[in-house]
C-alpha cells in the first residue's frame, strides 16, 4: 500500500523567513504533484513534477523531486501572508490511462506579519 | 478550456436521508472523474473513480455509490446518509491520454459541504 508522508503538519512561520515542507511516498513514482487548499476551498494544482531532479519555481515556491530516495520538497522563501493555507503533496502510481493519486496529509501553513 | 462543476455547494440532511451530488465537466471528452471526501482535519480519501460511461471503480466500501450516466456527468448517491458522511466532497477530472497530457494535474471542483443531522 502507497503512503505518502508529508511533515511537518503545522508550519507557523513569520513573515520573511524560508522554510521547507517534506514529502516522502513508499512506493516507486515518476509523478509528483502539489496542491494548495484556502480555508473552505477546494484544491488549486501548484506544480506537476515528472522525473527525478525536476524543479520548478512559481514565485516564492520552489519544488522538486528525487525519485531515487522518493522525496519532495516544497521550499518558500520569503513567506508573505497570502502563502497562509494548506498544501498536499499527491503521488500517482497508476500507469496509463487509469490513474489516481495518492494524498499526503497535507501542511497547515500560517505565516504571521 | 476545460471547466468542472459540483452542486450543490452546501447541504445540510438528516440521517437516514438519500444523496444525490452531481457533478459535470465542459470542454473535454472521456475525462476521468473522480469523487473525494475530506474529513474534518483535511486528509482526502480517494471514494471512485471512473475511466468511462457506466465504469466505476470503488476504493472504500462504504456507505456511497456513484454513478456516471453520460461521458462528462459523475453522480454520488446513497440510499440513506449516515452521520459519518458529513465531510466536504470534492469532483476532480484528469485527461485520460496521458501522453501529450502527462504535465496535467487532476482538476477539482468547488466541492460540496455536507453536513448530517
Known amino acids: 500500500e502507497l503512503k505518502v508522508e508529508q511533515n511537518p503538519l503545522f508550519l507557523s512561520m513569520q513573515e520573511g523567513k524560508n522554510y521547507t515542507i517534506y514529502c516522502n511516498y513508499s512506493?516507486?513514482?515518476?509523478?509528483l504533484y502539489w496542491y494548495r487548499q484556502d480555508p473552505g476551498k477546494s484544491l488549486e494544482s501548484l506544480f506537476v513534477?515528472?522525473?527525478?531532479?525536476a524543479v520548478k519555481q512559481e514565485g516564492r515556491l520552489m519544488a522538486s523531486l528525487d525519485t531515487k530516495a522518493r522525496l519532495s520538497t516544497l521550499h518558500i522563501t520569503a513567506a508573505v501572508h497570502d502563502l497562509s493555507a494548506t498544501y498536499f503533496c499527491?503521488?500517482?502510481?497508476?500507469?496509463?490511462?487509469?490513474?489516481?493519486?495518492?494524498f499526503g496529509k497535507g501542511t497547515l501553513l500560517t505565516v504571521n506579519p | 478550456s476545460q471547466t468542472i462543476h459540483q452542486w450543490p455547494a452546501t447541504l445540510v440532511q438528516p440521517v437516514g436521508s438519500p444523496l444525490s451530488l452531481e457533478c459535470t465537466v465542459e470542454g473535454t471528452s472521456n475525462p476521468n472523474l473522480y469523487w473525494y471526501r475530506q474529513a474534518a482535519g483535511r486528509g482526502l480519501q480517494l471514494l471512485f473513480y471512473?475511466?468511462?460511461?457506466?465504469?466505476i471503480s470503488s476504493e472504500v466500501p462504504q456507505n456511497l455509490s456513484a454513478s456516471r450516466p453520460q461521458d462528462r456527468q459523475f453522480i454520488l448517491s446513497s440510499k440513506k446518509l449516515l452521520l459519518s458522511d458529513s465531510g466536504f466532497y470534492l469532483c476532480a477530472w484528469s485527461f485520460r491520454d496521458r501522453g501529450p497530457y502527462s504535465n496535467q494535474p487532476q482538476h477539482f471542483g468547488d466541492g460540496t459541504r455536507l453536513s448530517i443531522l
Open positions: 513534477l515528472l522525473s527525478n531532479g
Open positions: 471512473s475511466v468511462g460511461i457506466g465504469q
Open positions: 499527491a503521488v500517482d502510481i497508476s500507469g496509463g490511462s487509469n490513474y489516481k493519486l495518492t
Open positions: 512506493t516507486t513514482s515518476d509523478r
